[in-house]
């Protein structure tokens, strides 16, 4: 026997990079803050509690706001609507824009180019213009209104990588001999083509759940978001911004928070290739 | 006896442009076959035109008779559960002919899998992998267990291409189309993987076309041997006529150049 094996790798040996880690920490710490929102939060988020534009002290840790409220109750509060929307965003997103991505690249070559050219116009049509759009068709602003809308905008992304890499994928030899072997299309999708292009597009899922988190901050704080007393970061630093000069710390609190997130989804992302993509486990 | 494979007159045209021009070829049950010709000359178009495979923008006229059912103009679903039990293709490089996030033994049991609700018999989980550790053995594998678990990059060129091998008869075909099986490999695998598919194909008394532009290896694969070039078909016949006394004047460059060559490394050693 000529041939040799090189050995295998036990799936232990996954290799966890310092930037992974540090982006799971900072996105857990954001999951369970904003979780626990539901059972608890230190002070009533829409209670008055104290003086107006308190400095930051033991019995407000991130200061009050205008009314007097605690600011970081509304911080944790702002980091489960930014959760909120990111998960919907990026589950419409990856809905519409995997099924469209998929049909694309299965398509004849007329019915691809005419999908291609709409996803082209799509992407260069700026998300918060959709979301007014969006927002005028229905009755107001609302999380409902502004998780669709950055969801379709960000489908649009979704939909335009899905095609180039399932596109990539059906171009293989391997599928040429599952569909010789008598696969159906959708046996191909399921068996070859997701699995294929999941590692990539996990990847691109989870920036653009950063990218929906800073949108629905920008949306919020447009007023197209969340209306009041929903307290959406974007929110609170539209409200500061009044009052920037007196109460800094009004505006750099939820700016703490938001780039944390989306930071902390930025460094999962890149390290979350590593974990779903097999042949990149052994280094 | 009815061919398991009758083309006849087939065109393949591309944007106008005829690629492979009156084609007719017909292989009967367990006939070993081989297709030889430069690349470019349609040798691999051929093939796809026989399972109904060809990439877009390619039409074929004229006519494939494949297990009596006509491939020339059929609707995709026609031919699905024809290919699935009829055919069944072995690439040139095995690398990408192997799906790189799955594991082997779960490619492999897939196409068992298939075969087997194809077939309406029953599907179990520890009888699918006993025909898997069954069908890696039967192409001479090491290690059958550790291997089902290993992914094509953890193998070698020669494992990936006995794998592929075994996923082609987990099909059960009638007929094998092994497109420049060995192209890929060094040579002593290739010596191994030719052995290994020249018995399999005698065991299971598969037809075979071999396509290839190696003549000594489609000289020991086949009985009956066709020359394409640039589309068409300029000589055919048994083995032994073809490349004794090729009469047309491509099929004795071929012959002649493979001679030399042979004699070239003859006198280096």
């Not at chain 1, 998300?127 to 649009?156: E, F, N, P, R, Y």
């Not at chain 1, 890499?165 to 171009?171: C, G, N, P």
């Not at chain 1, 399921?190 to 759940?209: C, G």
């Not at chain 1, 911004?241 to 999962?268: D, E, K």
Request: proline residues 6%; neutral net charge.
């Amino acid at each position: 026997m000529t041939d040799v094996t090189p050995a295998l790798t036990p799936p232990s040996s996954l290799r966890l990079t310092p930037a992974f880690i540090i982006g799971a920490t900072l996105v857990s710490l954001h999951v369970v803050i904003g979780v626990s929102t539901l059972f608890w939060t230190p002070y009533d988020p829409t209670a008055m509690t104290g003086g107006r534009l308190a400095a930051p002290s033991l019995a407000h840790w991130a200061g009050t706001d205008r009314l007097g409220r605690d600011l970081f109750t509304e911080i944790m509060v702002g980091a489960r609507i930014a959760l909120a929307v990111g998960v919907g965003a990026v589950a419409i997103a990856a809905a519409i824009g995997v099924t469209i991505g998929l049909l694309a690249a299965f398509a004849s070559r007329t019915v691809d180019d005419v999908l291609a050219a709409t996803l082209d116009i799509l992407i260069a049509f700026p998300t918060l213009l959709l979301a007014m759009l969006i927002v005028a068709a229905s009755d107001g602003a609302s999380l409902g209104t502004a998780i669709l809308a950055i969801g379709i905008a960000a489908s649009s992304i979704v939909a335009r990588l899905t095609r180039i890499l399932a596109r990539r994928v059906l171009a293989m030899d391997y599928i040429t001999a599952a569909r010789v072997s008598g696969t159906g299309w959708l046996g191909i999708v399921r068996i070859h083509v997701l699995p294929n292009i999941w590692p990539t597009l996990v990847v691109n899922l989870a920036l653009q759940f950063g990218l929906a988190v800073i949108a629905e901050a920008s949306l919020s704080y447009l007023g197209l978001g969340a209306p009041p007393p929903n307290a959406s970061w974007g929110r609170l630093l539209q409200e500061a911004q009044a009052t920037v000069y007196t109460a800094p710390f009004g505006a750099i609190a939820p700016g703490i928070a938001l780039v944390s997130l989306v930071i902390g989804l930025n460094l999962f992302a890149d390290g979350l290739r590593d974990v779903a993509d097999p042949t990149r486990r052994r280094r | 006896m009815a061919d398991l494979l009758h083309i006849e007159n087939l065109t393949i045209r591309h944007a106008g442009l005829p690629l492979v021009s009156s084609v007719s070829l017909s292989l009967a049950p367990g006939e070993r076959v081989g297709l030889i010709g430069e690349s470019g000359s349609g040798k691999s178009l051929t093939a796809l035109a026989a399972i109904g495979l060809l990439p877009e923008g390619m039409t074929a006229s004229g006519s494939i008779l494949l297990a009596g059912q006509q491939v020339v103009g059929a609707a995709d679903r026609d031919i699905v559960g024809l290919r699935g039990t009829t055919v069944a293709t072995i690439f040139q490089e095995p690398l990408t002919a192997l799906d790189p996030l799955m594991r082997i033994g779960d490619q492999i049991a897939e196409v068992l899998r298939r075969r087997a609700r194809r077939d309406g018999r029953p599907v179990s989980r520890a009888g699918i992998a006993n025909e898997v550790a069954a069908l890696m053995a039967r192409v001479a594998l090491p290690d059958p267990a550790r291997l089902a678990r290993a992914y094509p990059h953890e193998m070698s060129g020669g494992q990936r291409q006995r794998a592929a091998i075994a996923m082609a008869l987990a099909c059960r075909p009638s007929l094998l189309i092994a497109d420049e099986p060995t192209t890929a490999l060094d040579v002593t695998t290739q010596a191994e993987v030719l052995k290994l598919l020249e018995a399999l194909v005698r065991e299971e008394n598969m037809a075979l076309l071999f396509i290839s532009h190696d003549l000594p290896v489609v000289g020991s694969a086949v009985d009956r041997v066709l020359v394409l070039r640039a589309g068409e078909l300029v000589e055919q016949g048994p083995i032994g006529e073809v490349f004794g006394r090729p009469r047309h004047p491509y099929t004795q460059g071929l012959v002649e150049a493979a001679r030399a060559f042979d004699r070239a490394i003859g006198a280096a050693l």
